[in-house]
């Protein structure tokens, strides 16, 4: 018996993710920043040639079960460069630069067999810029990647994980049924751009470990980009610093656009929160004060916006949503 299975990650470029000294490309229309990718990857082929992401990292393999015992097993998947559209004259693409995967053999155990793949590459598009050490100066753009683990269990079942990721961009992780279930939840531009070639990425055998976070719900996904067309200002959070505190009066929602937020309620941490995520509204229903206090697990990017951008249907909803004080253990 033949035995399927897959893990899959798209890495792409959100809106207000490229640092100050080297945005204006994207701020001037020469080059754009990505749509977000689809919940659900229907056809990854079709998102390639649609321009839907940078590059993807698709591990897929397979095991050979007989008499519950593992026969043959091997990788089907491989890696995807996406392209680069520069608008001067007249629009050029460029297409990316594939480095080879890297793929582990097979680890077999009693029941079980992982595979670890390592996929990724740097874009056609030169990058010249002095970096920190040898040789001081790059041309080529930095290295992006994703390590992805896939365990193949003889009962059919199967489990997927990111053990390493470039700082930079944002990364989406799916599962067998193309359904997405974990994303990148902090972004570092200036660690990337200045360190991400030669012995410090997977080719030279250094890869950076990555921090993962849950997906944000359907309603926050659809609601986000009404934060992001409305009047609404960016905040930096220092590591440690609160973004609000309980108790405090507020009329404004929040779109996490990067890093994790822990929500405190009574000084009990009942949630940790990662990009994506809208909080905030709450308040409109209790007396314009805050729930819950939100403190900056690592350096994190908010979006600011009035309430009332937001449908009060939509609050309220978001409202049942987000009380996870009472989904906390013994809260």
């Known amino acids: ?30 080059t754009h920043y990505d749509q977000a990718p689809p919940d659900v990857i229907e056809d990854l082929q079709a998102l390639r040639q649609a321009d839907r992401f940078r590059f993807a990292n698709e591990l897929r393999a397979w095991i050979e079960v007989e008499g519950g015992e593992i026969v043959e097993c091997g990788y ?49 598009l030169p990058a010249p810029r002095p970096v920190p050490r040898r040789p001081f100066f790059q041309i080529a753009s930095p290295i992006v990647w994703t390590t992805l683990r896939l365990t193949i269990n003889v009962d059919g079942s199967s489990t997927g994980a990111v053990l390493g990721a470039s700082t930079f961009p944002r990364h ?8 997405l279930v974990q994303k990148s939840g902090l972004m570092d531009f200036r ?32 609601l986000s980009p009404l934060i992001m067309k409305s009047d609404r200002s960016i905040r930096s959070v220092a590591k440690g610093a609160t973004l609000v505190e309980q108790g405090d009066l ?5 779109l996490l656009l990067d890093g994790t937020l822990a929500a405190e309620v009574d000084g009990k941490v009942v949630a940790e929160i990662g990009p994506g995520a809208i909080l905030g509204e709450r308040a409109a229903f209790e007396a314009g004060r ?6 900056a697990i690592t350096p994190c990017r908010v979006a600011i916006a009035d309430a009332d951008r937001l449908a009060e249907a939509d609050r309220l909803e978001l409202s049942r949503e987000h009380r996870r004080e009472e989904a906390s253990p013994g809260a």
Do not use: C, H
Not at 2 to 15: D, Y
Not at 250 to 254: E, M, P, R, S
């Open 1 to 30: 018996m033949r035995i399927e299975s897959s893990v899959t990650s798209l890495s792409w470029i959100p809106s207000e993710a490229i640092g100050a000294l080297v945005r204006m490309p994207f701020d001037t229309g020469i």
């Open 76 to 124: 089907s998947g491989s890696g995807y460069m996406g392209s680069t559209t520069v608008r001067l004259v007249k629009s050029i693409t460029l297409p990316g630069v594939m480095l080879p995967d890297r793929q582990s053999s097979p680890a077999i155990s009693e029941g079980a067999v992982q595979f670890v793949q390592t996929s990724g590459g740097r874009t056609g």
């Open 172 to 179: 989406w992780v799916y599962d067998r049924d193309g359904k």
């Open 191 to 222: 660690t990337w751009w200045n360190q991400a070639f030669g012995e410090r990425t997977p080719w030279g055998d250094q890869d950076s470990p990555a921090l993962m976070t849950e997906v944000e719900t359907a309603l926050e996904r659809e």
């Open 250 to 254: 507020g009329d404004q929602v929040f």
């Open 290 to 295: 805050r729930t819950a206090t939100l403190r």
